[in-house]
């Protein structure tokens, strides 16, 4: 198998497209977060704030109805609609027309869950994002996989990989077998691991930037809600996936001098978000 790609900084500034200077928020796009459920509600807190921050113009999160004012305090830029249900997503219903979408993070695999994420997919046109417990559900119910837009983005940790391509002996044998899941369903993998790799299932992309201090608590929840923000401003799932890894990576390298490993937290992806967009403008 050809060694991977490196996603070098010249690579990210030749996909990176500018702020035009005449935007406003409305052409600056509107991403829909979906998920949350009872006690896990920081995972749409951590999400949605880092889809403003990585650009978007606009952001509105579906939740169950336990998060209503959790979200409207931690997050005043944040729009929210709630699900009927109290503690769970039950019947995924907007009235909106967003131009991406994330699922999944914090969502639980309750049965009314994994029911409304069904009757979602059946419907769903825009392009998507699916992480966490989407992912779960998707491994459990492997005929919705027919169900998702062409180029659609999983971003999955080792173990939720697992569950979708079955285990593997080497990490070759990893990478060739989630290459060829790519393929098949013609998605965007994103390999999220110490090493984090993309493929779309001819190409793999092996991420530069990154360390140690990333393994944290809801890492993963702001890179989906990044990697969302990013496909809601107009670029290709590959681009956006790209671009998310990179940036969340870039966070950690420029915040590790001050925080140290330990110290540094989800949170601080977010804080650092602007200081790795002027790493790559320069």
Same mark, same amino acid.
């Not at 995924?92 to 409304?116: H, R």
């Not at 769903?124 to 994002?129: A, D, G, H, I």
């Given at each position: 198998? !050809?060694? !991977? ?12 497209? &500018?702020?035009?200077? #005449?935007? $406003?928020?409305?052409?600056?796009? $509107? ?6 459920? *009872? ?22 999160? =579906? ?12 997050? !005043? ?16 219903? =907007? ?30 046109? =825009? &392009? ?6 989407? @992912? ?6 492997? %005929? ?11 971003? &999955?940790? &080792? ?5 979708? @391509? ?14 060829? =899941?790519?393929?098949? +369903? ?7 691991? %110490? ?11 092996? #991420? ?6 990333? %393994? ?9 809600? @990044? ?18 890894? *990179?940036? $969340? ?22 804080? *650092?978000?602007?200081?790795? +967009?002027?790493? @790559?403008? +320069?």
């Amino acid at each position: 198998m !050809p060694f !991977p790609v490196k996603v070098s900084k010249e690579l990210i500034q030749s996909l990176y497209k &500018p702020i035009n200077s #005449n935007t $406003h928020k409305g052409l600056q796009g $509107h991403v829909l977060i979906i998920g949350g459920s *009872y006690g896990k509600m920081g995972s749409m807190v951590l999400s949605s704030k880092a889809a403003l921050k990585a650009g978007c113009g606009l952001v509105t999160t =579906f939740i169950p109805r336990c998060g209503y004012s959790i979200l409207q305090t931690a997050n !005043p830029e944040v729009m929210v609609l709630t699900d009927e249900a109290e503690k769970h997503l039950s019947n995924i219903i =907007f009235d909106l027309k967003p131009n991406a979408i994330g699922i999944g993070m914090g969502m639980g695999v309750d049965s009314n869950t994994a029911i409304a994420l069904h009757k979602f997919l059946k419907t769903n046109t =825009f &392009p998507l994002l699916i992480d966490a417990d989407a @992912i779960n559900l998707l491994s459990e119910n492997r %005929a919705w996989l027919s169900l998702l837009p062409a180029h659609s983005i999983l971003t &999955p940790h &080792p173990k939720e990989l697992e569950r979708l @391509i079955g285990d593997w002996n080497s990490d070759e044998e990893k990478i060739s077998k989630a290459k060829a =899941f790519a393929h098949r +369903y013609d998605l965007i993998m994103v390999l999220k691991d %110490a090493v984090t790799l993309i493929t779309d299932g001819s190409t793999v992309y092996q #991420n530069t930037t990154g360390n140690a201090a990333l %393994a944290t608590a809801g890492s993963g929840d702001v890179l989906s809600g @990044i990697i969302t923000s990013l496909l809601a401003q107009s670029y290709t799932g590959l681009e956006a996936a790209l671009l998310g890894v *990179y940036l $969340h990576g870039l966070t950690a390298d420029i915040a590790l001098p001050e925080t140290g490993y330990q110290s540094f937290i989800a949170s601080d992806i977010i804080q *650092y978000l602007g200081k790795a +967009y002027l790493q @790559i403008q +320069y």
